[in-house]
């Protein structure tokens, strides 16, 4: 009689998806490349980013990754003002919760479709901050980053 098979011997070929932790700036480039990729293809968010603030990807994407490098390693530094930036633009177009929620819905979405673990959770719980306060100082409204998951 044969011995029981194990899972691990009924398929052998099995792959676990285990996924790293966001731990190099290599890794922060990654994920603010597709993030800003998705933003550019979204019809909520395409036209804020590109009619009215019109944003020149090339300038901008190397100050977002050395902010995510800041806030999730700690070095480099910002090299802009956030809430000022964010000020002139609901100035030119009001900024509303369908945007936060869109925004942060794609955020999330880009950072779970690669990496797990505290340093990933770090990048989505400041996300939900950031834009918890930019809409409580800047766009005048209560933003929940819960219900911008549903």
Known sequence: MSPPVTPAQASPMAVVDVKADISTPTHVHDLVIAFYR???FDEVLEPVFGDVAEVDWA???PKLIDYWCWI????GGPTGEVTS???HLHGLAPIEQIHC???Y???VASVDSRWEGPTA???KDHAAALMAGLAKRVFGFHWDPTTALR
Not at 72 to 75: E, K, M, R, S, V
């Open 38 to 40: 998705e933003i550019v």
């Open 59 to 61: 300038e901008h994407i």
């Open 72 to 75: 999730l390693f700690g070095t």
């Open 85 to 87: 930036a964010h000020r």
């Open 101 to 103: 929620d869109r925004w």
């Open 105 to 107: 819905r794609l955020w």
């Open 121 to 123: 959770t770090k990048a």
